[in-house]
């Protein structure tokens, strides 16, 4: 078995394959650099069996189980994006149109759409981000008689035959060049709101509540950063992408009586889901004046009935946590920041909330700022 660059976690060891990490418990841990150590797996087997008293045939499972080479991962991919879209089969064609002009917080873009229709559906979206002027890639929609087609500067993005799909194929295509294009440590799938000196993310699994938990938060007078993608920057703070709250069905009762609005806003399809976007309220919307340091780490989890509860995680659990709530990482990983987010990770206080009632998560919530 190759070499492979490892991370030290608490007691855990941290292995970063090229598209995959691997975390090794106590016991693997100690196989490993036994075997790294003396490129002899019988030395392994033999401080298994005299160790905790296993067969050699158990050591021996044991052994390959943790030498193995692990199967290839599947792509990675944009947090809460649809299927990947066909792409235009046509040369892009110039054309006028709406066009305007936005920034999510150092990111400038432009867009146009060739018809005021097109431009109607998908102009609210951004229009909290709009500026005057922007020195960035131009998004193009264009529709055409059998659907629409979604350009970035030259480059074909999507080809789709319904408006849904022209919405959120957009939405995708900004949302990667916001937060996706920096040299970030990490782009958590989260939400994230700030009291102006620290920065509270909730990261999770879509359908967990935190796109809730995150507007609710809102409404109680805090900052807003981002919902869905929080950009984790080298030395461990997270930035604004201050992208419209990205909302399913269920949340729309839980928050109708904080925003009236919510239940009239457009409808849009993506696979089986149906989204609202909720531009965030204008007192949320102040321009944030620098990274802010993350003062805890939130696995919200809503169940219905359920007992409020609000439990420490630790690092090993916060670490296999984000990267099954679809966290981009660069591919291939980069054992040097893979070593900066596990020490971020072991520094930051995290924890695991479980909720049935809204206004009780958000009393636990306000008593993790400082």
Known sequence: MPSLPAIVLRDHLVLCEADRLRVLNPTARCLWEIHQETQDAARAVMWLVETYGLTVEQAERDIAAVLAPQPEPPAPSTPNSPPRPALPRTRRASFDGWTAHYHIYDRPFSLRCATVDL????????????????EGPWFEVAGHDDGFTGWRDQQGLFATSTLDGAVIGLFSAILQYACAERDSLAVLHAGAVSDGHTALVLAEAGGSGKSTLTAALLACGYRYLSDDVVPLERGGCVIPAPIPLNLKV??????AELYPELPHLPAWRSGDRQLRFLPPPKFARRRPE??????????PRYQPQAELELQPLDPVAVLTRLVESNTWLDRPLNPAKIGELCAWIDTTPAYALRYGN??????ALATLWP
């Open 250 to 255: 269920g949340s729309v009762p839980v928050l």
């Open 358 to 363: 809204l206004a009780a998560a958000l009393e």
């Open 119 to 134: 431009a109607r559906a998908i102009e609210p979206l951004f229009a909290h981000l709009r500026v005057e002027t922007a």
């Open 290 to 299: 620098c990274p802010y340091p993350v003062t805890a780490l939130v696995f």
